[in-house]
């Protein structure tokens, strides 16, 4: 199974329900080299040392890279921080996303460099996994409408739309709700990915 080249808005809501793509996109397949590592796999896991390798390398690369840039910087280390800490944090770093390539694989570098081997890798990367099912729909939604701002967590997606005197919220309830105040729609909506 070939995954999706992260070029069009539909294949980031394909995230939603494809776990091979979802997987893809953590690990940075929108940039050339990752896809090119892990683009025509049937499986998602890396079969070599030496693949495994080339990946971490890349991902070191575009960390230090992007360290440089001091608001880069500062998604990277809050990224890390949110991974690791047991607090609700929301990110708003979905218009950065869009513009640079290959920052979910430097934020989960991030945040595997930050535990210093104090925390086991399937838990880190589990948590990126399901920031990144969250962030895959925050930038579907990013691309529909770029004047909203987004934010995202773990267990919530926000748009806001002042523009339209709009907001939707994301999340897991079972029934939508809806409400006016101040001339100001708000809409709490459960995850479009589930049941």
Request: proline residues 4%; glycine residues 4%; charged residues 25%.
């Amino acid at each position: 199974m070939m995954i999706l080249s992260f070029n069009r808005d539909q294949y980031f809501y394909q995230n939603l329900t494809n776990k091979h793509q979802l997987c893809a996109f953590a690990l940075g397949a929108e940039l050339p080299s990752v896809y090119t590592l892990i683009g025509n796999k049937r499986a998602m896991a890396l079969s070599s040392l030496n693949e495994q390798n080339r990946l971490e390398a890349i991902a070191e690369q575009c960390y230090e890279r992007f360290m440089e840039e001091p608001r880069l910087r500062s998604v990277l280390d809050g990224y890390a921080d949110s991974i690791l800490n047991s607090n609700t944090v929301m990110l708003h770093d979905v218009r950065l996303h869009a513009q640079y390539a290959g920052l979910p694989l430097a934020k989960y570098y991030s945040a595997l460099k930050q535990t210093d081997g104090y925390w086991d890798r399937t838990t880190v990367w589990e948590k990126h996994l399901q920031l990144c099912e969250a962030l895959s729909f925050a930038l579907y939604e990013y691309y529909q409408d770029p004047r909203s701002d987004i934010c995202y967590g773990e267990k919530t997606v926000i748009i806001d739309k002042p523009h339209d005197r709009q907001c939707y919220s994301y999340t897991a309830i079972k029934t939508s709700v809806s409400f006016q105040l101040d001339r100001y729609q708000y809409y709490q909506r459960p995850w479009p990915w589930e049941d």
